[in-house]
Every structure is written in structure tokens, then in C-alpha cells.
């Protein structure tokens, strides 16, 4: 039975998202353990699906660990161990360190992590929007109705549904990652807000984004499988 703090924890873990599908880490099962110390530091075992898994993917969630975690105001020191990782001690040991990204590998791996993060930041509300969109859709809203909405009406919406209610919650989160002006709740990547005459056009170029993290995320569990398979036979 896990501690009232384990529970916590574990908690704070379930917002840390792989950042290429966008789902919790918890729920994809790459958290093995965790462990709470007397002093108040937290260490947190986890292992992706294969040992080649993008180094900028691992690390994007191993920060992540260490800044949700680090949210609670009783953990003093949070410390993320990547196993079974071409990379892991690599990360392992810089993420102690304090070292950043670029510090700890070089030029072995290209591009900025910023941009990387920046990209997966807009994939994520891409995924979301269309979700809470549709959610709007089969609740009876017209389009004209629900770009209509500014984020404080979405804010106040209640599906009276706990899944749609989630997917509008998560949704007005990443829409809290652009910085903009307009209050629409619903807008472009750009920070514009969408009108009826570009809506079907939106709603294309969400859908090819979920599709493909989809794919993404049904390769992902396959690996995962086999992994599983593999340690058990």
C-alpha cells in the first residue's frame, strides 16, 4: 500500500506526459518505481519501451519528473533514474549534475531541445483542441456557437461528462502555453482565433496530427509488449 506522499507523487507523475503522444507517463506504465526518503527526496525509476528511444524524448520526460514532482512543498530533491538506456547514464548523470541538455551531449544529438519542446507543445494542443471540439460538437453546440466561446466560457462549460470534462481541462492547459492576447477560446498556433469559413481546414490538420500520434502511440505499445514479453519468458 502506497504512502499518503508515494500517492502524491504518483500524482504529480500522471501530468508528465512522453511528449511525442501525448499521454502520462503513468498511464503508459514507464514508471516503475518510486521511492520516497524520510528527508523529503524522491527518487523515480523509469524505462521506455526500447533503449533507443529518442535521447531528446527521454530527457524532455525526465525534466519533466523533476519539475512536476518538484511542485509538492514537502519534496526537497528530486532525482529521475532512466534505465535500460543507450543514453541513461548519460542523462542520469547530468540530470545530477545540473547540467543542461546541450552541456550533457554535445554535438551527438542535433537541434535545440527548446525546439523540440516547443514542437511537442503544439502537437499536444493540436491533439487536445480536436478533442474538445468534438466533445462540443456531440453535445449539441453548432460550430458558430463554439468559436463563439472565449476561454472563460469554456472554463465554466460542464460537459456533465468526467471524460469530456478531463479533455476540456486538458485542453484549456495547453492553451495556457501561448501567451496571447486574444481570449478566444479557440485558436491557432499562431495565437489568431479560428473563424467558421477555416474551421473544416482546422479540423483536417488536427485530425492528420492525431492520426499520426496515434500511429506513433500503437507502435509505441507494440514495443512495449514485446519488452514485457521478453522479460517474463
Same mark, same amino acid.
Request: net charge negative.
Given at each position: 500500500?502506497?504512502?499518503? $506522499? @508515494?500517492?502524491?507523487?504518483?500524482?504529480? +507523475?500522471?501530468?508528465?506526459?512522453?511528449?511525442? #503522444? &501525448?499521454?502520462? %507517463?503513468?498511464? +503508459?506504465?514507464?514508471?516503475?518505481?518510486?521511492?520516497?526518503?524520510?528527508?523529503?527526496?524522491?527518487?523515480?525509476?523509469? /524505462?521506455?519501451?526500447?533503449?533507443?528511444?529518442?535521447?531528446?524524448? @527521454?530527457? #524532455?520526460?525526465?525534466?519533466? *519528473?523533476?519539475?512536476?514532482?518538484?511542485?509538492? &512543498?514537502?519534496?526537497?530533491?528530486?532525482?529521475?533514474?532512466?534505465?535500460? =538506456?543507450?543514453?541513461? !547514464?548519460?542523462? !542520469?548523470?547530468?540530470?545530477?549534475?545540473?547540467?543542461?541538455?546541450?552541456?550533457?551531449?554535445?554535438?551527438?544529438?542535433?537541434?535545440?531541445?527548446?525546439?523540440?519542446?516547443?514542437?511537442?507543445? %503544439?502537437?499536444?494542443?493540436?491533439? /487536445?483542441?480536436?478533442?474538445?471540439?468534438?466533445?462540443? +460538437?456531440?453535445?449539441?453546440?453548432?460550430?458558430?456557437?463554439? +468559436?463563439?466561446?472565449? #476561454? %472563460?466560457?469554456?472554463?465554466?462549460?460542464?460537459? !456533465?461528462?468526467?471524460?469530456?470534462?478531463?479533455?476540456?481541462?486538458?485542453?484549456?492547459?495547453?492553451?495556457?502555453?501561448?501567451?496571447?492576447?486574444?481570449?478566444?477560446?479557440? *485558436? &491557432?498556433? !499562431?495565437?489568431?482565433?479560428? =473563424?467558421?469559413?477555416?474551421?473544416?481546414?482546422?479540423?483536417?490538420?488536427?485530425?492528420?496530427?492525431?492520426?499520426?500520434?496515434?500511429?506513433?502511440?500503437?507502435?509505441?505499445?507494440?514495443? #512495449?509488449?514485446?519488452?514485457? $514479453?521478453?522479460?517474463?519468458?
Amino acid at each position: 500500500m502506497r504512502s499518503a $506522499k @508515494a500517492t502524491e507523487v504518483w500524482e504529480a +507523475l500522471s501530468t508528465v506526459c512522453d511528449p511525442e #503522444l &501525448d499521454e502520462p %507517463i503513468t498511464d +503508459l506504465e514507464f514508471v516503475e518505481e518510486v521511492v520516497v526518503a524520510g528527508s523529503g527526496d524522491v527518487t523515480v525509476q523509469f /524505462r521506455l519501451p526500447t533503449a533507443w528511444c529518442s535521447p531528446n524524448f @527521454a530527457w #524532455l520526460m525526465a525534466t519533466g *519528473i523533476v519539475t512536476e514532482v518538484g511542485k509538492l &512543498d514537502w519534496v526537497k530533491e528530486v532525482r529521475p533514474i532512466l534505465r535500460d =538506456h543507450i543514453f541513461g !547514464n548519460k542523462i !542520469n548523470e547530468g540530470l545530477t549534475l545540473g547540467n543542461s541538455f546541450e552541456e550533457v551531449f554535445g554535438n551527438e544529438v542535433s537541434g535545440s531541445i527548446e525546439e523540440v519542446r516547443k514542437k511537442f507543445v %503544439i502537437k499536444a494542443f493540436q491533439r /487536445r483542441q480536436e478533442l474538445v471540439i468534438k466533445d462540443l +460538437l456531440n453535445y449539441g453546440l453548432e460550430v458558430f456557437e463554439l +468559436l463563439a466561446m472565449t #476561454l %472563460i466560457d469554456l472554463s465554466d462549460f460542464n460537459f !456533465n461528462n468526467e471524460n469530456a470534462n478531463k479533455n476540456r481541462l486538458r485542453y484549456i492547459e495547453a492553451r495556457g502555453k501561448f501567451t496571447v492576447e486574444n481570449t478566444a477560446a479557440f *485558436i &491557432d498556433e !499562431n495565437g489568431e482565433k479560428i =473563424h467558421p469559413k477555416n474551421f473544416q481546414r482546422r479540423m483536417e490538420k488536427l485530425r492528420s496530427t492525431r492520426l499520426n500520434m496515434e500511429f506513433t502511440g500503437s507502435v509505441c505499445r507494440s514495443l #512495449l509488449k514485446v519488452r514485457d $514479453k521478453s522479460e517474463t519468458s
